[in-house]
């Protein structure tokens, strides 16, 4: 089946440092791929949806300038968390969409980042 | 290895009747469960969830019932409504670690 991969799983970082989160569909091209960020109990947050090609749109309250995404291809999107600080630690997770009928989205491993 | 299993891909019920979505696990020591519902281009959305503690949680139309024993969650749908026609998917979560179902399609007949 498809699959989308996260990189890394997990990364810590220091405080003032940036890093970047890779997501990539496996096995089919994703026009559009989905950031959330994930605290233990709660619901998914959805950050921002990427498009191939153009410029990812943010939910609002989402810092657009912290949190770089970009969706060079059709099978990559990253995120760079800029200017780490320890209240950005928290998991993150990628769905992508290879769209058609259905609409089935698949979601990547997720990636724990922690900022000290 | 998958970590949470939704076996049935997708699901067709008529309007008015129940709706029942089911997710299998495999580790024991997963202590938290979500349903998030999710429509055609948008980003999933939380629907409901429960915790171990408990085996049924219920929240207007929808209920979530945990059979640890068996490892098994379902979502109920009652009554199903035309709007309620959308990919399903599970969620178990222990610590920082979450894992998620590849998600059942459901569509409820008018």
């Known amino acids: 089946g498809a699959v989308v991969s996260q990189h890394p799983s997990w990364v810590i970082c220091k405080s003032g440092t940036s890093v970047k989160i890779e997501c990539r569909s496996l096995d089919f091209q994703a026009t559009t791929m989905f950031w959330y960020r994930q605290f233990p109990k709660q619901s998914l947050m959805l950050m921002a949806t990427?498009?191939?090609?153009?410029?990812?749109?943010?939910e609002q309250g989402v810092e657009k300038d912290k949190f770089l995404i970009n969706h060079a291809s059709l099978t990559l999107s990253t995120l760079t968390v800029t200017s780490a600080h320890p209240e950005d630690s928290s998991f993150y997770i990628c769905s992508a969409s290879p769209g058609g009928p259905g609409n089935t989205i698949y979601f990547g491993e997720g990636s724990w980042l922690t900022v000290v | 290895d998958q970590q949470v299993k939704q076996n049935s891909p997708s699901l067709s019920v008529q309007e008015g009747r129940i709706s029942i979505l089911n997710c299998d696990y495999t580790n024991s020591m997963f202590d938290y469960f979500l349903w998030y519902k999710k429509y055609p281009a948008e980003g999933p959305t939380f629907l409901i969830s429960i915790s171990s503690i408990k085996d049924k949680n219920e929240d207007g139309r929808f209920t979530v019932f945990l059979n640890k024993s068996a490892k098994h969650l379902s979502l109920h749908i009652v009554p199903s409504q035309p709007g309620d026609s959308a990919v399903y998917f599970c969620a178990v979560n222990t610590g920082n670690q979450f894992y998620f179902g590849t998600g059942t399609s459901l569509t409820v007949i008018p």
């Open positions: 990427s498009n191939e090609g153009s410029k990812a749109t943010y």
